[in-house]
Each structure stands twice: as structure tokens, then as C-alpha cells.
């Protein structure tokens, strides 16, 4: 394209005949000669003669821009172009020759964007398949890399045309650099393995360096050096980035520092960080980069930022975004949320914005900011701040839209106020009511093996007595409880079926009970399978457990099995051995020792060392016979529980809510997961659509000639409907009249739209198919195109100006559409947030 001269092409294009007319045409070929000989001076001169005699001359500003370009004047080069572009504005060569021209003016106010703007013209300009259009398109590619729209640039290189093997590789290698902009480096790495990379392409060995970095490896630094000696933009800055945070040997270093010296860098700020880092001296890298930073030294910002990510310094980091432009930087998004937090901060605030962080580092720091807070709110001694975290995961809950856990936080919650509740837990027949009976002083619970006593009991406080029986939904048409007054309870249950009853809720004014709640379980080896689940629930509600176990066949592998069960819940289990007076004497020390041994064996173990008593005879003493109470051994039961239990209650209750609430997150958790799958579903559909969209979009654009001229001529038949609408309105009217007719030109344009845009949308989404987008999705595109053909065309018999702007349109639409941000993924940011929560509640 280079090698291509200003002058022939606008020469064979607008021809001399202004030139020869002005007395030029000498001026002109002693212009061209002087060009074929290398002589940029004279061919200037000559230059400036013709535009003398023929100012604004296209052949002479093309001439004079092809002199300053060989002679290296830049500023009139650019001049020259300017000028040009706006005398053949529709000259793709000049727009394109204009851009690169801007993009060199670095000092320029807007260069930049003035050079995206030429590049844009020549775009619009260029013919299918050309050289401009292809160089116009990879320009543009390359500037929204260089300013962080990776998305926006992957679209134009989409819509370049392959045009050879030279082609290929300049597509794979900026492919690649897209990767590495959303910090793909597998994904840059696999498009740079297409190429053949010499040691002296600079900016492709810049590129499989980053993409090393990106993967920690060694061999980044490798070709970060090759692409660093050829002075390519960036190079450095990225082996010094390297350099501070990929391990590496002596023998590297020493490279690394032979060609900062040779580059004169080694006084830069970034270097001595990147070297102190190397060496174990991270404090001191930091130090220096913030010096660096403050005195505004260019290039320090960024490793200053890698160097406080990776050592999470809040301070280092607010220092290093603060000095950094803003762009559209995942990386540097991510830093950004970390800084705007509070340092140390226990504020649940700060928990929505670590959900929504994504690269590796950010999300990294995020897990320790959490583990944190979630440590600040559950200590390891004292109690957890439930407030805040109730209030807490009920939000993630309702995030979730997880009714089950709402519900579950909300008896969570309800649990906190009441007192220790004990489940009194056994086998079938082990004496557990009658324990009961003897711990509250009456007989309250059914005692006996009756099957009334096969369901779950519960013995709470209440002013007044009473008593309710609660029944399973697969009871019948009954309703759903029954209230009974307390003595009449034992009656009420015989009458009934009591595989009907789910659970027992006797309500006392004992003052015992306002200390302690008794759960009196079902045994676990009740013949229905219902009451021993509902033995096992017990495990779930209860803050600690009382075991019985029958003195006469203790620790049988059926009540190890069950002890196990406990165990694995963490819920604290006392174990007691019941009806020792139906023991001699002597064997009652032989019984505790089996039963200690028996624990032992199966690893288990009493809350404290196990005791032996006799539930029978201490309610015999509770209801006045001394001598009974004495021989139960309950003063001892009843000083244990006391020291253990019912002092330690809010321990115990703390452990319990700390249990359940560990179901739940986990729960929760789990919950999160499924949600971060679907999450990374939906984002891989929504990628896939996209590269549908935009290799449509590049298809259209390569084809959009033929594209055209198929739409019209589909549309041929539903015009000649509009243009016999319009003929009934024109006929015997002079050119004039037609011309000054406001109403009839609305008219015109109504018509169009009724005939034009319905059949428009269905051919411009015939066109995108595959695409997923419909010719509603299309009707707005196609009623602006139709729109500004009836109303600005003269001559409405041909429908190509139409199709093709429809067409052009339809492009626009689709990298519009293939354009579109991912929402943001918070769904990872939950489970990360929800397992913090979980180990520290662990």
C-alpha cells in the first residue's frame, strides 16, 4: 500500500485536465520524475508551483503529499492530506494515508481520536474487498486495543477479509491481542500458535510474552526481552511487570538488567521495584514505586498497581489508580472497587461490590476480604454478630430467590430468643419419659411402651397449661392439630392413631422450663420408620442431647450407629445409663466401664465422663419417697446438668445456631453454584450468539453488493404498488407543483412505508440468518432506511440506493448487537462470599 503513490491513484481518478489547463503539466511530470528518482525536494517544489497556479489542486496536494512523505515532513505531510481528504472525500487511499498521518502526531490535542475518525471515513468509503478496507479496518482494530475495548475491536477484525497469508497472521496476532486483553492468555496462546513468530517481530514476541506472564511461566521473559530490544511500545513496562512477579534465576536477571542498562532505564522507578521484587524486597519495591508515582513518573503507575494486587496493600493501591487513566480495563475496573473500599472495613457494604470483581487477582484479594469480615463476625470465642449476618444471607437468600432458606433464617432467628433446649434421646423402651418425668417433677410425659409414646414430645414454658397434638398431612381429612388440656393428654393420645401423630407440644407454667426446653424423642428402634425420623430431627433442633442407654444391654452397635450420626451433626451428647437398679452393686461400675470402653472403641465421646442412675426411682423420690431419691444417684445427675448444661447454655446455644446456620449457608451455597453454572452457560450462549452476529456482520459487509441487489429485486414487486399509488396523485401535475408539495411529499414517504418497510425488515433478517434476530428486531433500521429513500430520491424507479443503505444499516445493527456487555456475573462472587461464611461458622 505504501509503495502505491498519492499522485497516480488521484491522477487516474480525477485526471489532469485542471492541471494542464492551469499551465501545469510540466510542473507535474517533473514532479513525478523527481518522485521515481528519490529527489523529495524538487518534487515538493514542483508541488507547490502547481498549487500556486491551480490552488487546491487534488493531483497537486497528492503530489505534495507523496513529497513530504518521502522526505519525512510530517506536519505538512498531515497538512496535505487534510487538505485532500476534504477536496476527494471519497477517497478511501487519502483517508486511510490522512489517519495513519494523525495517529503519528503525538503531540496534537485529539490526534487520537481525529486518526479513529479518518479511518472511520475511509471505512465508509472503501470499496468490498479492497486494500483500504481491510487497512482501515485493522487500524481501527488497533485503536480500540490501545484503549481498552477489546469487544469493539474483535468486531472489525471480523470483518476483515482474509486476503492471504500475510493477512492471516497480522488477524491471528491481534486476535491474540484481544485475548490478552480480557486476560485470556491460554486463549492467546493458541491463536499465536499459528503463527511463525521471527525473533525480530516485535509486537508478536510482545504478545506470547503476555501471554506466558499471564500463566506465571519463565519463558515469558524470553521474548519480553526480544520485543523490549526492538523498542516496542509496551515491552518494557511488561518485563518489568514480569520481572517483578514471575519467579526467575540469577542468569534472567542478569539479562534483564544488561538491557535496562543498554536502554538507559535502569534509574526508572518500575526497574528498581521490579529488581527489589525479584529479590525477596517487596516492601521496598512498593516504597519506591509510590515515590515514583508522586513525583509523576510515567510508567510507574501500572507496576505499582500489579505490585499491590499481588501483595493485597490497600494503601499502595489508592495511590496507584488514582495516577492511572480511566479505561475500559477489567483489570483496572477491578482495582478500582478495591480501593474505593474502606481499609479493614467490617461493614457488610463492602461485600456487594467483592461480588462483582472477575480477574484472577481481584477476586483473590476479594476471598480474603471476606474471610475477614466473615472471622469479624464469627469469632472463634464469644458470640457471632447474628444480627448482621441474618440480615445478610436473608438479602443473598432473596438474591437466590431461595424460599426455603428465608424460611429456615427465619426460624434461625426466632431460635436465638428462647431457652437451652436438651433432646432426651434413646432407644425404644430406654426410659427417656421417665427421665423426663423425674427432671420437671411430675409426670408430664407418657410413660411405658405404649405407641403413644413413638412420637416426638415437646416441653416448653407457657402461663397457662397446655397441651397440642400436631398430625402428619398424610392424616386424612382432619385438621392439622388438636388442643387438649394437659391432663387429659395421656387419654387423648391412647384414643388415637399415634402413627397419625407428628409431634407432642405440652405447654407448662414450670419455672424449669423457662431454663431449659425438653425434647423427648422417639426411639430409634420404634417400629415405625416415620418416629425414628422424626428422632433423628431432633438432632437438628436440639442445642445439646441427653443419651439413655439400658443399663442391662448397654452400647449395642445399634446405639453406636445412631451415636455416630450425632457425632457427625457436632451435636454435644451426655450420656447417661439408666435403670442401674435393676443391677447388683457391684456389677454397676462393671456397666460404666463397658460403656466408657465401648465409646472409646467407636471414637466417641460424652460431653462428660457417662453416669449411672435410675430415672425410675428418682421420680418415685421427686413424688416423696426420700429413700428412692437417694438410691436414684439423681444428685448427681441434677449437679452435672446444672455445671454443664444449664450453665453453659449460651454456649450451647451458640454451637447450635452456629450448626444450623452452617446447614443453611451451605445450603445456600450449593444453591450459589447452581447459579454460577448457569450463569457461565447463559455468558458462553450470549458469547456464541455474538460470534454469530458479528461473523454475520462480516459476511454482509464482504457480500453486501450482492446482498443489495437480491433485497431489491425482492422488493420490485411491492414497489410497483407503491408507484401506482403515487402515479394516481401525480398524473397531469407539472415537475415544479410536484416539487413544491409539502403534503404530497409526506405522502410519498407514508406510502413507502406502508409498501416498503414490512417486506425490508423481512429481507434484511433473511440476510442475517442464523443470527437470531428477527425482522421485528430489524423494523426500526428498515423504516429509517425507507424513510430517507422516499423522501430524499428523485428517481425511486431503482431500489439498489435503498438496498444498499438498508444493507450498510443491517451491518451496523448486527456489531451493535454483537457489541452488547455481559451483565455482570455475580453468582461466583456469592459462593465465594457463602463459603468465607461457611469455613468461619466451621
Not at 570 to 594: I, T
Not at 598 to 617: I, K
Not at 756 to 764: D, G, I, N, S, Y
Request: charged share 25%; glycine share 8%; with cysteine.
Amino acid at each position: 500500500m505504501a509503495a502505491v503513490r498519492l499522485a497516480d491513484t488521484v491522477g487516474r481518478w480525477m485526471g489532469r485536465v485542471e492541471v494542464v489547463l492551469g499551465g501545469g503539466e510540466g510542473l507535474l511530470r517533473e514532479g513525478e520524475e523527481a518522485l521515481a528518482a528519490g529527489d523529495s525536494s524538487r518534487a515538493r517544489s514542483a508541488a507547490h508551483e502547481i498549487l500556486a497556479r491551480v490552488p487546491g489542486s487534488p493531483i497537486g496536494l497528492a503530489l505534495l503529499a507523496d513529497a513530504c512523505e518521502m522526505g519525512g515532513l510530517e506536519g505538512e505531510y498531515a497538512a496535505a492530506l487534510e487538505e485532500l481528504a476534504l477536496r476527494a472525500p471519497s477517497r478511501a487511499d487519502v483517508w486511510v494515508r490522512l489517519g495513519r498521518a494523525r495517529l503519528k502526531e503525538r503531540d496534537a490535542p485529539a490526534s487520537s481520536e481525529d486518526a479513529r475518525d479518518a479511518f472511520v471515513r475511509a471505512l465508509a468509503v472503501a470499496e468490498a474487498g479492497s486494500d483500504e478496507r481491510r487497512e482501515a479496518l485493522i487500524a481501527l482494530a488497533d485503536w480500540d486495543l490501545g484503549h481498552g475495548e477489546p469487544e469493539r475491536a474483535e468486531l472489525w477484525l471480523e470483518r476483515v477479509v482474509d486476503a492471504g497469508s500475510g493477512s492471516a497472521a497480522d488477524l491471528a496476532l491481534r486476535r491474540a491481542e484481544v485475548k490478552l486483553a480480557r486476560g485470556d492468555g491460554a486463549g492467546a496462546s493458541a491463536e499465536l500458535a499459528r503463527l511463525e513468530i521471527e525473533p525480530s517481530d516485535g509486537r508478536a514476541n510482545l504478545a506470547l510474552g503476555r501471554a506466558r506472564a499471564i500463566a506465571g511461566s519463565p519463558e515469558a521473559f524470553a521474548p519480553l526481552l526480544r520485543a523490549t530490544i526492538v523498542e516496542i511500545p509496551g515491552a518494557s513496562e511488561a518485563l518489568s511487570s514480569a520481572l517483578g512477579w514471575i519467579a526467575c534465576d540469577e542468569a534472567t536477571r542478569a539479562r534483564v538488567r544488561s538491557v535496562v542498562d543498554a536502554r538507559g532505564e535502569s534509574g526508572l522507578a518500575r526497574w528498581r521495584a521490579a529488581f527489589a521484587r525479584a529479590e525477596g524486597r517487596r516492601d521496598e519495591a512498593r516504597a519506591a514505586l509510590i515515590d515514583a508515582v508522586r513525583a509523576g513518573e510515567a510508567g510507574a503507575a501500572r507496576p505499582l498497581l500489579d505490585a499491590a494486587m499481588d501483595d493485597r496493600d490497600a494503601a499502595s493501591l489508592a495511590v496507584a489508580v488514582a495516577a492511572l487513566p480511566t479505561e475500559n480495563d477489567a483489570a483496572l475496573r477491578d482495582a478500582r472497587t478495591l480501593a474505593a473500599l474502606e481499609p479493614g472495613s467490617e461493614d457488610a457494604a463492602i461485600l456487594e461490590p467483592l461480588a462483582a470483581l472477575s480477574t484472577p487477582r481481584a477476586v483473590a484479594w476479594a476471598g480474603d476480604l471476606r474471610a475477614s469480615l466473615a472471622r469479624a463476625w464469627i469469632p472463634k470465642a464469644g458470640p457471632a454478630r447474628w444480627g448482621l449476618l441474618l440480615a445478610r444471607w436473608e438479602h443473598l437468600a432473596r438474591v437466590l430467590h431461595d424460599l426455603d432458606a428465608s424460611a429456615r433464617l427465619a426460624s434461625l432467628s426466632a431460635e436465638r430468643r428462647r431457652p437451652l433446649r436438651v433432646a432426651v434421646v434413646g432407644e425404644f423402651n430406654a426410659g427417656k419419659s421417665t427421665f423426663i418425668n423425674a427432671l420437671v417433677g411430675q409426670e408430664i410425659a407418657p410413660m411405658g411402651v405404649l405407641p403413644t409414646t413413638a412420637t416426638l414430645h415437646h416441653l416448653r414454658y407457657a402461663p397457662d397449661p397446655i397441651a397440642r397434638i400436631l398430625f402428619h398431612a398424610t392424616a386424612g381429612d382432619g385438621p392439622p392439630e388438636r388442643i387438649v388440656p394437659v391432663g387429659d393428654l395421656r387419654t387423648v393420645l391412647k384414643a388415637i392413631d399415634a402413627t397419625d401423630v407428628r409431634r407432642v407440644e405440652i405447654l407448662l407454667p414450670i419455672v424449669s422450663l423457662t431454663r431449659v426446653e425438653i425434647l423427648d424423642t422417639p426411639g430409634f428402634n420404634a417400629p415405625d420408620a416415620r418416629h425414628t425420623e422424626a428422632a433423628r430431627r431432633a438432632f437438628e433442633e436440639a442445642d445439646a442431647a441427653i443419651w439413655l442407654l439400658d443399663a442391662a444391654q448397654p452400647m449395642k452397635k445399634s446405639e453406636r450407629d445412631v451415636l455416630e450420626e450425632a457425632r457427625a451433626t457436632r451435636l454435644p451428647v451426655q450420656v447417661l445409663v439408666n435403670k442401674v437398679d435393676r443391677l447388683a452393686e457391684a456389677d454397676r461400675a462393671r456397666v460404666l466401664a463397658a460403656v466408657n470402653e465401648g465409646l472409646a472403641e467407636s471414637g466417641l465421646a460424652s460431653w462428660t465422663p457417662p453416669l449411672a442412675f435410675s430415672a425410675r426411682l428418682a421420680l418415685a423420690g421427686k413424688l416423696g419417697d426420700a429413700e428412692a431419691l437417694v438410691a436414684s444417684g439423681w444428685s448427681d445427675i441434677e449437679a452435672m446438668l446444672e455445671r454443664e448444661l444449664i450453665a453453659r447454655s449460651e454456649e450451647l446455644k451458640e454451637r447450635a445456631l452456629r450448626r444450623r446456620a452452617l446447614a443453611i449457608v451451605g445450603a445456600m451455597g450449593h444453591a450459589a453454584a447452581r447459579e454460577a453454572d448457569e450463569e457461565r452457560a447463559r455468558d458462553e450462549a450470549r458469547r456464541a450468539r455474538s460470534e454469530a452476529v458479528a461473523h454475520a456482520a462480516a459476511r454482509i459487509d464482504r457480500d453486501a453488493e450482492t446482498i443489495a441487489a437480491r433485497v431489491a429485486e425482492g422488493l420490485t414487486p411491492v414497489a410497483a404498488a407503491w408507484h401506482a399509488d403515487l402515479a394516481l396523485v401525480i398524473a397531469g401535475r407539472d415537475p415544479e407543483s410536484l416539487a413544491a408539495d409539502a403534503s404530497l411529499a409526506r405522502y410519498r414517504v407514508d406510502r413507502a412505508l406502508a409498501h416498503l418497510a414490512r417486506p425490508l425488515a423481512h429481507a434484511l433478517a433473511g440476510a442475517a440468518d442464523g443470527t437470531g434476530v428477527t425482522p421485528a428486531d430489524l423494523a426500526p433500521t428498515a423504516r429509517a432506511s425507507v424513510r430517507a429513500f422516499a423522501a430524499a430520491a428523485r428517481d425511486t424507479a431503482s431500489l439498489l440506493p435503498l438496498a444498499r443503505s438498508a444493507t450498510a444499516s443491517l451491518v451496523e445493527h448486527l456489531t451493535s448487537t454483537a457489541a452488547v456487555p455481559p451483565p455482570p456475573q455475580r453468582a461466583s462472587g456469592l459462593v465465594g462470599e457463602l463459603s468465607a461464611f461457611a469455613e468461619a461458622l466451621g
